[in-house]
Structure formats: structure tokens, C-alpha cells
Nanobody, 119 residues
Framework: QVQLVESGGGLVQPGGPLRLPCAASRSAFSLYTMGWYRQALGKQRELVATITSNSVINYADSVKGRFTISGDNAKNTVYLQMDSLKPDDPAVYYC?????????????WGQGTQVTVSS
């Protein structure tokens, strides 16, 4: 079992930055995708950004150029640097890990961290 622990959420002014770390409790997979999804009130959960074990990065169109995802393999941690936050960005942000081992996929979610954008 792998636990994902998020932190860094909170209140930020429009245009401001926020950084979300997500730490996995252990390194369980050599092949994986790790990243962030978000869910705003009344909306479906949507992809924000992911990074794979091969360092392939994917961003939602709505965050390209503003958000940056990066990973620290030694710490089993991914970071989501969010800049130029907009009123459309508030949501609960969930850390995500999909790992592959022996032909099976394993999916884990964090508990979520609230991001609020307000002046």
C-alpha cells in the first residue's frame, strides 16, 4: 500500500503563486505516472498535470504556461508550482499515483488539499 500526503494548499490572491508538494510513503513502482487532479465545487475531477517515470509531462490546456510539475525521485515527491493563479483555479487538488507492476495497474489518491484564490 502507498499513501500520498499532500500539503501546501491555502488562500492566495489572484495572480499569486502557490506550491503543492505530494510525497509518496514509499517507492513502489519503477514505472509510474504521478501528478495532480482537481475538483471544483459542482464539477467533475479533472487532470491538472502529470509526470511519468520517464519524465514525460502532461498539462491541462487551462494551466499550460502557468503551472509547472516536477519530481524528486530521492524523496518520492512531486511538486506542482502554480503561478498566476486565476479565479478559475480554486478547487480541491488531489495527488495521484498510477503504478505498474507485473502487468497490473495500481492507482492511489491523496486526501486532497484546498486551493482558494481570492483578494
Amino acid at each position: 500500500q502507498v499513501q500520498l500526503v499532500e500539503s501546501g494548499g491555502g488562500l492566495v490572491q489572484p495572480g499569486g503563486p502557490l506550491r503543492l508538494p505530494c510525497a509518496a510513503s514509499r517507492s513502489a513502482f519503477s514505472l509510474y505516472t504521478m501528478g495532480w487532479y482537481r475538483q471544483a465545487l459542482g464539477k467533475q475531477r479533472e487532470l491538472v498535470a502529470t509526470i511519468t517515470s520517464n519524465s514525460v509531462i502532461n498539462y491541462a490546456d487551462s494551466v499550460k504556461g502557468r503551472f509547472t510539475i516536477s519530481g524528486d525521485n530521492a524523496k518520492n515527491t512531486v511538486y506542482l508550482q502554480m503561478d498566476s493563479l486565476k479565479p478559475d483555479d480554486p478547487a480541491v487538488y488531489y495527488c495521484y499515483l498510477r503504478g505498474r507492476r507485473v502487468g497490473n495497474d495500481y492507482v492511489y489518491w491523496g486526501q486532497g488539499t484546498q486551493v482558494t484564490v481570492s483578494s
